[in-house]
């Protein structure tokens, strides 16, 4: 797939391009840019995708396609680059809140699945967890009717997860290591493309954190270096950036080995320099504050800590 995405993407652009100029044809658009969703996701190229969804939901009346199908999906990717390409933003929420209507409307329980699990994203983001578990649960709830593995180990990962935020590590803990224990589907990148992650490498780094509030400090690093490693070879940028973010440099923090955390902090902020991946640019630069502070080498003024901290409570990380 990434070969012919290679070669098509220029093509792509044109017939985009066209679509929504002056001469163009926004009905084809809009189906055009609802198509390209999984190279946008394969790709990690939201902020790209992220300008032509934009385009064709603002197209969709004109179009005569609003309330269909090409607009769920449309709404349901443009709140996940959205997060990820321009940081949370209350765009997010409605672009979610408006796709998981119509995906309840046309019955479509897989797009239920995914839209649920790209809200609890949302709002375990902003750390709330009353959300993130309720969300979990309505996800265990669809899948019920679902023989599908893929959507059953993603409601168990959302519960394990929100279980942490929550404090109940010992539950979190038996969730995801019983998850970690399945074989994975030959297709795995049906994860990514799905979920806009891959499911296996989150739920091994975040056991990673968990190990350590356990008091199992060579367990942990050991997760989170095999969740880095196994981002790595899966080649998939938002994925990676998150592993090296969450499984690599906070953890390496944790332990203080400071060395790794520089090392960790600074391939995050080259994949996401490439890649256009804003919220993981500013963690990558912070990770690299913080290590200077604790070396003692750091020539940060105090009123520029104070702006970056604004700058992330605007943003509404939690």
Request: some cysteine; proline content about 3%; hydrophobic content about 50%.
């Amino acid at each position: 797939m990434s070969t012919v995405c290679a070669i098509e993407i220029g093509n792509l652009r044109a017939a985009l391009g066209w679509a929504f100029g002056p001469t163009g044809d926004p009905a084809v658009g809009v189906r055009l840019a609802a198509a390209a969703v999984p190279l946008w996701i394969s790709t990690s190229m939201l902020a790209e995708g992220d300008r032509w969804m934009e385009k064709a939901v603002q197209s969709l009346d004109v179009a005569g396609l609003r309330g269909s199908r090409w607009e769920m999906v449309l709404q349901a990717t443009l709140g996940v680059s959205l997060q990820f390409a321009k940081a949370v933003t209350a765009a997010a929420r409605e672009a979610l809140s408006r796709a998981l209507e119509l995906a309840e409307r046309l019955g479509d329980a897989d797009y239920q699945l995914r839209i649920i699990h790209n809200l609890w994203v949302y709002h375990l983001r902003l750390g709330e967890v009353r959300d993130t578990l309720a969300l979990a649960q309505r996800a265990e709830a669809v899948v019920l009717s679902a023989a599908d593995p893929v959507a059953t180990t993603t409601a168990d990962r959302m519960l394990g997860i929100s279980l942490h935020y929550a404090g109940e590590h010992a539950s979190a803990r038996i969730r995801l290591e019983r998850l970690l224990q399945l074989r994975p589907p030959p297709a795995r990148r049906s994860y990514i493309l799905r979920f806009g992650f891959d499911q296996l490498v989150v739920a091994r780094y975040v056991l990673a954190h968990i190990l350590w509030v356990q008091g199992l400090p060579d367990q942990a690093v050991r997760a989170g270096r095999l969740a880095v490693e196994e981002a790595r070879k899966l080649q998939h940028p938002l994925t990676l950036c998150s592993a090296l973010a969450w499984g690599g440099a906070a953890l390496s923090l944790r332990i203080g080995d400071l060395a790794a955390a520089q090392e960790l902090s600074a391939e995050l902020l080259e994949q996401a320099e490439r890649h256009s991946l804003e919220d993981y640019h500013a963690y990558a630069l912070a990770l690299q504050d913080i290590v200077a502070l604790r070396r003692g080498t750091s020539h940060t003024l105090i009123q520029e800590i104070r702006a970056a901290l604004d700058r992330w409570r605007a943003s509404h990380w939690h």
